[in-house]
């Protein structure tokens, strides 16, 4: 809560000072990695067609999908692939991410 | 009114507007600094879209000389009358009204790197603080004497760029006789799409057999072998194409006689009904004008930090036209990957920050081998710090299983989803 708290002071002096900084919770890092899955399944995750939408969904649910593909357990055509080349934490950030984005 | 006073009062227009849509910040000057970005395909319209996303502070100019974008990826199908050019055409838009990007339809004609300037064919001179080039490629016509000539060109077509060429050659297919060969020519590697002629071959190889069955599809391929998911191409052309498609490695193209529709190779020439030569490539001109090139004397050499280019400062370069790390393809794809890496080093070296030392990016490439049933390519790419280049991640590559109407279905959502990333 202080963090928050102090990043809402930050982006209130910012915006005093006329600049329009991103708020708190989109930290570059994360959003730099996240953007490695739009491509496929869209902007923020929501995906049009058959390709699934991460957007919104549980970050519990994100995170044990995303490990069974890397275990190789869960059915895939290629997010087995894919999921291999993120770490543990990475994909803690990528579920964290994705859970917090809107559906339209 | 000056030039830039002009563009300026654009920008403050497009500004206005923008600041009326939700969820859109919009900046009230260029405080945080001016980026352009030339090249409006899957590395440069993601690199625009993506730093008025994070940044909005940043101004941003995108220079794209069509008015609508045309991918490429998915392009082949229209050869097998699966899909129009309309399906695969977008407009930039969205760009402008949703991002504030100022969206300039020219030619780049001049980049000076010391003044930090570039020149545009309608004359307008744009000052940038950081330069984004995504240029593509040029295809290389004078390597092949025979189509140095404009005019046998309309005839010997490359559709390599999807687009009027692409209906060309769909024509050509459909007034071909049965019993007529089709003749695809691959260049040496690299090249823009890897898996993209053998694809081609197969969308051909569908609308012959189920169309005029008596027709064959022979590949001349430069190449000592098939450069990208070899074995399900080799098997589909084996199991499905059987005595349609004929596959020739080791055989590059020397040159062609257009009139008379003859592939000339080192030690033999054929004569085919519909000739369709992918020529050897480059990256664009404006990169070689610019002094960008570096290696080969044809690709342009990267930080994949922040792909600044290792010959000129503040310029940055994406897509097919960078020498790419190894088993990293020029695709799309990989493209809209560099977009996004390129705008965070951007917005950082701009705040006086450095880049992420940790990029990662992937790729996925899809082909249709049929109407319906697709194979894929996928890894992820990750920064070496001692190479420093990118290397695959460990375990993170591979193809399909088999081919798969599941895969055809993902294929057409990625080429929504991805042109979304990109200009929505």
């Known amino acids: ?104 | 009114m000056s030039l830039s006073r002009r563009r300026f009062l654009k920008q403050v227009a497009l500004v206005a507007a923008g600041a009326a849509a939700p969820g859109v910040r919009s900046p009230a000057s260029a405080a945080g600094g001016r980026a352009v970005v030339v090249g409006g395909g899957f590395g440069g319209a993601t690199a625009a879209k993506y730093i008025r996303m994070w940044a909005p502070d940043i101004q941003v100019t995108l220079v794209e000389r069509s008015r609508e974008f045309i991918s490429c990826p998915l392009s082949n199908r229209v050869l097998a009358g699966q899909i129009e050019l309309v399906d695969l055409t977008r407009g930039y838009g969205a760009l402008s009204s949703k991002y504030s990007i100022d969206v300039v339809y020219d030619e780049v004609v001049g980049i000076d790197p010391d003044k930090r300037e570039v020149t545009l064919a309608g004359g307008d001179v744009l000052p940038y603080d950081r330069l984004i080039v995504s240029p593509g490629v040029d295809l290389l016509f004078d390597e092949i004497p025979g189509l140095r000539d404009p005019a046998t060109r309309e005839r010997v077509l490359h559709a390599w760029r999807a687009g009027p060429q692409t209906m060309a050659l769909r024509r050509q297919l459909e007034a071909m006789p049965d019993g007529g060969v089709y003749a695809l020519t691959i260049p040496k590697a690299p090249y823009r799409c890897p898996p993209g002629p053998y694809e081609r071959a197969c969308q051909v190889a569908w609308y012959f057999k189920t169309q005029k069955p008596k027709s064959k599809v022979l590949i001349l391929d430069a190449n000592d072998k098939v450069q990208s998911k070899e074995a399900l191409f080799t098997k589909v052309w084996k199991e499905w194409y059987a005595g349609i498609i004929e596959y020739r490695p080791n055989s590059a193209l020397v040159d062609v006689d257009a009139k008379t529709l003859t592939a000339k190779l080192e030690f033999e020439e054929v004569k085919v009904d519909v000739l369709n030569v992918v020529p050897p490539q480059r990256a664009a001109k404006i990169a070689a004008d610019t002094g960008l090139i570096t290696a080969n004397n044809k690709w342009v050499g990267v930080d994949f930090l922040s792909y600044e280019s290792v010959a000129k400062k503040n310029i940055h370069v994406l897509g097919d036209a960078i020498l790419a790390a190894p088993a990293m393809p020029k695709s799309g794809h990989i493209a809209n990957q560099h977009g996004k890496v390129a705008a965070a080093a951007v917005i950082a070296l701009l705040r006086g920050q450095s880049p992420n030392p940790n990029p990662i990016i992937n790729n996925t490439c899809y082909s249709f081998v049929s109407d319906k049933q697709v194979i894929h390519v996928a890894s992820v790419h990750r920064y070496d710090p001692e190479k420093k280049t990118m290397v695959v991640a460990q375990g993170a590559s591979g193809v399909s299983a088999t081919p798969s109407e599941l895969e055809g279905t993902y294929a057409e959502s990625w080429g929504k989803n991805i042109w979304a990333d990109m200009l929505a």
């Not at chain 1, 058959?50 to 869960?74: H, S």
């Open chain 1, 1 to 104: 809560m202080m963090h928050r708290t102090s990043a809402i002071a930050a982006c209130a002096l910012l915006a005093g000072l006329g600049l329009a900084y991103p708020a708190a919770g989109q930290d570059q890092a994360a959003r730099s990695l996240a953007a490695n899955c739009t491509g496929c399944h869209g902007p923020s995750g929501n995906s049009a067609g058959a390709i699934p939408t991460i957007a919104g969904l549980d970050k519990a649910y994100i995170v044990t999908a995303l490990q069974e593909f890397k275990a190789g357990t869960r059915q895939a055509t290629v997010m087995h692939q894919h999921a291999k080349g993120y770490t543990d934490q990475e994909i803690e950030v990528l579920a964290e991410y994705f859970s917090q984005q809107k559906r339209p």
